[in-house]
């Protein structure tokens, strides 16, 4: 090869790699024709792997299901569950929810997965700040999209191109020099495009399940505004300036969140807004859990943040015997003199509307003990002795009570 050839060949092997790169990110014809659509995609409920990398995802989901079933996170109550799978099948249809397997775990963030074998988690911090079926419903539906688009096995088969182009451009990173390093920046970044790509086809996906369903479709949009609006509530709390991206960035693997909200209501108002979002039939079957759910968010000390999610969830249900002591012990909990105080008054509310949690007597009676109203608290201190005598604490609430009342 002469030497005036040599700088020919590597901007036509850059070229290539570009090229390449760029079919990386591209998403299949049938899946950009699917999302013009306004039709639901043919469904095989009887589908099996054929692939020998899908067959080898499979066996993986397979295996991490196992350890899903056995996990102490995993919350055992068949009536949850058996409710979950029920909003997912008046999402999608009968035929497509019946080989969903959903699993409940006890996490309390906002999320939920699925694997390409059917299995589905649903994190309990999900469900505590969705406000009714309908926001489930919406949530449920983008995973479930994800399964029906096989997007597991499309963006496993994309990060292999990719690996296997950034391999080959390492080989040549001593002759091609600045090609190569912005050839490797174009390959990355064309993946992160590929996954915005799939979230976005699986947000309007379950976007027309929605609008099949017995839902009103906006509630996609809705539960994006709802997060962005806790996040402004957390970010407040912390006095941080508020900062709201519209268009992803170039490394970034899912849209923004006031991208989503934005293209979701749009695309709503086409489809039309109509159906019920049952929310009092979302809180009458969370029932008892809401409890547990509202104890773990307390524990997360984010105080204005759990401050917008308790609110959100008192607007349609009203101030339950609930929602007034999580209130409580969330004030409780930060512990300041002015937020003993209203923790005081927000448990004497609790128990006015017929609470009968120990924990509340408990939480009223450090309140009132901290505020300087030590003779207050000995009654309610003493009754949750009563209530629970082998509590962990008993020891710390006996030091609070007159030396007559422990003996």
């Not at 019946?98 to 699925?114: H, K, L, Q, T």
């Not at 079926?133 to 990719?162: C, D, I, P, Q, W």
């Not at 390093?181 to 996906?205: C, K, W, Y």
Request: glycine content about 8%; proline content about 3%.
């Amino acid at each position: 090869m002469s030497a005036a050839m040599a700088p020919s060949r590597k901007f036509g092997l850059a070229a290539r790699s570009l090229a390449l790169a760029g079919a990386v990110g591209i998403l299949s014809p049938a899946a950009i024709s699917q999302e013009a659509s306004s039709s639901l995609p043919s469904y095989s409920p009887a589908y099996e792997p054929t692939s020998i990398d899908e067959r080898g995802m499979w066996m993986e989901a397979d295996e991490a299901e196992k350890r899903i079933a056995q996990s102490g996170l995993v919350i055992r109550d068949e009536e949850l569950t058996g409710y979950v799978h029920s909003v997912l099948c008046r999402t999608v249809g009968e035929d497509r929810c019946e080989s969903v397997r959903i699993y409940v775990m006890r996490v309390p963030s906002f999320n939920a997965s699925m694997r390409p074998n059917g299995m589905m988690e649903v994190w309990s911090g999900l469900l505590l700040r969705v406000r009714n079926e309908a926001e489930l419903a919406a949530v449920l539906g983008h995973e479930f999209a994800h399964f029906e688009l096989r997007h597991s096995l499309v963006g496993f088969k994309n990060r292999r191109k990719t690996t296997d182009l950034t391999a080959w451009l390492s080989v040549l990173g001593g002759l091609l020099n600045q090609s190569t390093r912005d050839t490797r920046i174009s390959l990355v970044g064309s993946f992160s495009r590929f996954n915005r790509g799939q979230e976005r086809q699986a947000d309007l996906l379950g976007l027309k399940y929605l609008g099949q369903s017995e839902y009103p479709s906006r509630a996609a949009s809705v539960v994006w505004q709802r997060l962005m609006e806790e996040e402004d509530a957390r970010l407040l709390g912390r006095k941080v300036k508020k900062r709201r991206r519209y268009k992803a960035g170039f490394f970034d693997s899912h849209p923004t969140q006031l991208d989503r909200a934005d293209y979701l209501l749009d695309a709503s108002m086409k489809i039309g807004d109509r159906g019920d979002t049952q929310s009092a039939r979302y809180y009458k079957n969370l029932g008892d859990n809401l409890a547990w759910m509202l104890k773990d968010e307390i524990l997360l000390n984010q105080f204005h943040g759990s401050d917008y999610v308790i609110g959100g969830i008192a607007s349609e249900t009203g101030w339950t015997t609930h929602l007034l002591s999580a209130r409580a012990e969330m004030y409780r909990v930060r512990g300041n003199p002015r937020d003993l105080v209203t923790a005081s008054s927000l448990y004497l509310e609790a128990i006015d509307a017929g609470a009968d949690d120990p924990e509340i007597l408990r939480g009223l009676g450090l309140s009132l003990v901290k505020t300087g109203k030590r003779a207050e608290a000995v009654p309610y201190l003493k009754r949750y002795l009563e209530r629970v005598p082998d509590a962990e604490d008993a020891g710390i609430i006996r030091f609070y009570l007159p030396r007559e009342i422990v003996e």
